[in-house]
């Protein structure tokens, strides 16, 4: 399942729970896993710069195929060379198909076995996707890693209905496959099924003949309560290929990276850690802290005293709390980095533990200290 571009390596698997350490080699450098991946919807992981993406320790991001398509246009960012050069990033990219926002941003007209025709969101002009033309603009975008196009159902669906997009995330898969031809890219195939287990049970039977490089998991955190998800998870553990990344796809928040590292899986990316830094929320070792609040108007201490960013190594709570209350935008970039660099030393402090065959251990710890917040 490697070529010359992609190969998968386990480094060690933890003991007790099954937690997977590796390295995933790409075109533009290994990633270790875990991994968080921080997103870059519009060509660019809002507020942070490439280079302190590089600082914090950020391996990978994420770019998002419907919105690079609608501005500035996937062909244009072909011409530019690229998404690697036209947002100055040499470290592996990783775009999502344009499935989900199709399905949950744009004004749908018609869904048919052919694909979707729907209306964009930004100017309400007519589009249609296809698993061929969102292959298509996945290879003018250039990333590393690429997704199958599929059709998340959200949660609610029944199960009848669960089944009619499983089956036709199956269908559009066997196209997508037929339709990809650049080995410098991998294809991940998306699992769904909802929160039916029989269906995710299928929908991966069905996504094992087209596992190449690695494969994903869809249809996660999308309103669901969390242990349903960890259900779902559970019982794919067992199931899913051992020899390639799992990526749980849009799924962020520390105490969802820590279940997910413990049921196996590598690879996580959302667009929490940069939004509720924009409201002025920061993810710490001891939970939430919500800068904002008026209790640290006079806190001169940091922000987090385990985290070495440039945000906790030079401003404190109060200098925080100030530039988010006069709308400076120092505070959200501040607030993003450090978020970021937080989730970033969370995998890797995970990895170290998979290595020692300690992950429970530290899985005991960090609910210790995240207290009433990770809950």
């Not at 199709?102 to 979707?116: H, P």
């Not at 067992?238 to 962020?252: C, E, Q, S």
């Amino acid at each position: 399942m490697n070529n010359e571009f992609f190969s998968y390596e386990v480094e060690h698997i933890d003991a007790k729970t099954g937690a997977r350490a590796g390295i995933l080699h790409t075109p533009h450098g290994d990633i270790k896993t875990p991994v968080y991946m921080a997103v870059g919807t519009q060509a660019t992981v809002k507020g942070v710069l490439p280079r302190d993406l590089k600082e914090i320790g950020s391996q990978i991001v994420l770019g998002n195929t419907y919105h690079l398509y609608m501005r500035p246009g996937d062909e244009l960012i072909q011409r530019a060379g690229g998404l690697h050069k036209f947002m100055n990033w040499d470290r592996p990219i990783l775009t999502d198909s344009g499935g989900f926002q199709v399905f949950s941003l744009a004004k749908l007209n018609r869904i048919t076995d052919e694909g979707v025709e729907f209306r964009s969101n930004v100017d309400g002009s007519k589009h249609f996707f296809s698993p061929e033309k969102a292959m298509q603009i996945e290879h003018n975008l250039g990333a590393d890693i690429i997704m199958a196009f599929d059709q998340c159902s959200e949660y609610g669906y029944t199960h009848k209905q669960a089944e009619r997009a499983m089956d036709r995330t199956a269908a559009w898969l066997e196209r997508c496959y037929n339709a990809h031809n650049d080995p410098k890219q991998a294809l991940f195939p998306i699992v769904q099924g909802n929160v039916y287990k029989d269906l995710r049970k299928q929908s991966l039977e069905r996504c094992m003949p087209f596992v190449r490089h690695g494969i994903a998991i869809g249809g996660l955190s999308v309103g669901e309560p969390k242990p349903l998800m960890y259900e779902i998870l559970d019982e794919l553990q067992p199931l899913l290929p051992a020899d390639v990344p799992r990526y749980l796809m849009g799924v962020g928040s520390p105490d969802c990276l820590v279940e997910g590292v413990r049921r196996g899986v590598d690879m996580f990316d959302c667009v929490l850690a940069t939004r509720v830094a924009r409201n002025g929320t920061a993810l710490t070792s001891r939970g939430k802290v919500v800068v904002r609040n008026g209790k640290y108007k006079e806190d001169f201490s940091v922000l987090d005293p385990e985290c070495d960013c440039y945000c906790c190594k030079n401003y404190t709570r109060a200098y925080l709390r100030h530039t988010l209350n006069v709308n400076e935008m120092i505070a959200a970039m501040l607030l993003s980095m450090h978020n970021i660099a937080y989730l970033n030393k969370l995998m890797a402090d995970m990895r170290e533990a998979i290595l020692h065959d300690a992950l429970t251990e530290f899985i005991e710890e960090f609910y210790a200290k995240q207290g009433e917040s990770a809950k």
